[in-house]
């Protein structure tokens, strides 16, 4: 189950070639353990934490996430040349809102391209949501002034000074969504979102994924 999205992005954003300009795949892990991603979660946030056991702590809870397989929280990562380069988790809640767990990249190929199309299977999975809230490590400036620029606000910063909160409301607005859908597909004020029903979001993704690899 691949998601391939480089192509979109180059022709969107005309972002610097680097990364970017090579091949990478967006996955939804199915492997026995999350082992190569606790790795690369550990190298990608190894500085903020280093006289104590919080980041392995932390990845602790997304194992245990992981082997519950409850169907509401997922877990995916990009691929480059066999190594995962970039992981994340995210739940899917009622009402079209998502919490993202946690998102980390592999430093030595940091690329802003990287980042959203990680976030861009919030999208793929649950194309009608409205609110997201993300966890991430605010010593990682690059990543925090892309978020800002893509439109998350900061609202708090609850796990002990390195990670904090963001949020944002998708609505017309929303930068990131502008880069996806375009301008004109999203509506509201900020505050409210499509009621319609919840995406099934296993089922839908799949299907997603197995028409695109048939055209």
């Not at 056991?53 to 932390?58: I, R, V």
């Not at 900061?154 to 949020?167: H, S």
Request: glycine content about 6%; hydrophobic content about 45%; aromatic content about 14%.
């Amino acid at each position: 189950m691949k998601k391939r999205f480089v192509g979109l992005m180059v022709l969107l954003t005309c972002l610097p070639l680097g990364l970017v300009g090579h091949e990478f795949d967006i996955e939804l892990i199915l492997s026995p353990d999350l082992r190569k991603e606790r790795d690369l979660f550990m190298r990608s946030h190894s500085f903020a934490d280093q006289d104590s056991d919080f980041l392995s702590d932390e990845f602790d809870k997304e194992e245990l996430a992981y082997k519950d397989q409850n169907g509401q929280t997922l877990f995916f990562h990009a691929i480059f040349m066999d190594e995962v380069i970039g992981y994340i988790s995210f739940d899917t809640l009622a009402d079209h809102k998502v919490h993202v767990r946690h998102l980390a990249i592999d430093k030595e190929m940091y690329e802003p391209v990287l980042i959203k199309e990680l976030l861009f299977t919030v999208f793929q999975v649950v194309p009608q949501v409205g609110f997201i809230t993300l966890v991430a490590n605010l010593q990682q400036v690059d990543i925090i002034a892309l978020l800002e620029e893509l439109g998350f606000e900061f609202v708090d910063k609850p796990q002990g000074g390195i990670f904090g909160t963001y949020e944002l409301f998708v609505n017309n607005k929303c930068k990131i969504c502008d880069v996806l859908y375009g301008s004109d597909f999203w509506y509201g004020n900020g505050y409210e979102w499509d009621s319609g029903l919840h995406v099934p979001v296993l089922e839908d993704f799949s299907d997603a994924d197995d028409n695109a690899g048939n055209e």
